[in-house]
Structures are given as structure tokens and as C-alpha cells.
């Protein structure tokens, strides 16, 4: 089993920066790759970005250029660097991992983003 917790979210001012921290624990030999999703009011949840074992990357069309998703192995530990932020950032944010079998979710953190 994998256990997943995010800190970092909260209030912020649109054009500021938030980070966002996952911390894995449990079974995390079993992850194949971890990443950001949100869910806005009244929407889907959407998957924000992603990093595979060996370090490749995929972002949504509207955070690319904006975010970056990153890793610390030795804490096992994925981030997000959150830049120009924008209203419509505004969602809760949930930390992913992938197994061949299951995908793990976090708590979720709010981010608001006030114009």
C-alpha cells in the first residue's frame, strides 16, 4: 500500500507562486510514476502533470510553461512549483501514484487564487 500527503496549498494572489509538496511512504517500490491532478468547482478532475521513473514529463496545455513538476528521491518526495498563477488555477490539488495495478491518491490541498 502506498500512502500519499500534500502540503503546501492555501491563498495566494494571481501572478504569485505556490509549491507543493507530496510526501510517498508504504510500498513505493511499486510506483511507476507520480503526478498532479485538480478538480475545480463543477468539474472533472484533471491530470496537471506527471513524472515517470526515468524522469520525463507531461504537463496540461494550460499549466505548461507555468509549472514544474519535480522530485527528490531521497525523501520521496514530488513537487510542484506553481508560477503565474491565475484565478482559474484555482481548484484542490491531489498527488498521484501509479502502480501497474492501482493509482493512489492523496487528501487533496486547496489552492485559491484571488485576482
Known amino acids: 500500500q502506498v500512502q500519499l500527503v500534500e502540503s503546501g496549498g492555501g491563498l495566494v494572489q494571481a501572478g504569485g507562486s505556490v509549491r507543493l509538496s507530496c510526501a510517498a511512504s508504504?510500498?513505493?517500490?511499486?510506483?511507476?510514476?507520480m503526478g498532479w491532478y485538480r478538480q475545480a468547482p463543477g468539474k472533472q478532475r484533471e491530470l496537471v502533470a506527471l513524472?515517470?521513473?526515468?524522469?520525463?514529463?507531461n504537463y496540461a496545455t494550460s499549466v505548461k510553461g507555468r509549472f514544474t513538476i519535480s522530485r527528490d528521491n531521497a525523501k520521496n518526495t514530488v513537487y510542484l512549483q506553481m508560477n503565474s498563477l491565475k484565478p482559474e488555477d484555482t481548484a484542490v490539488y491531489y498527488c498521484?501514484?501509479?502502480?501497474?495495478?492501482?493509482?493512489?491518491w492523496g487528501q487533496g490541498t486547496q489552492v485559491t487564487v484571488s485576482s
Open positions: 508504504g510500498s513505493i517500490f511499486n510506483i511507476n510514476a
Open positions: 513524472i515517470t521513473r526515468g524522469g520525463s514529463t
Open positions: 498521484n501514484a501509479e502502480s501497474s495495478l492501482y493509482y493512489y
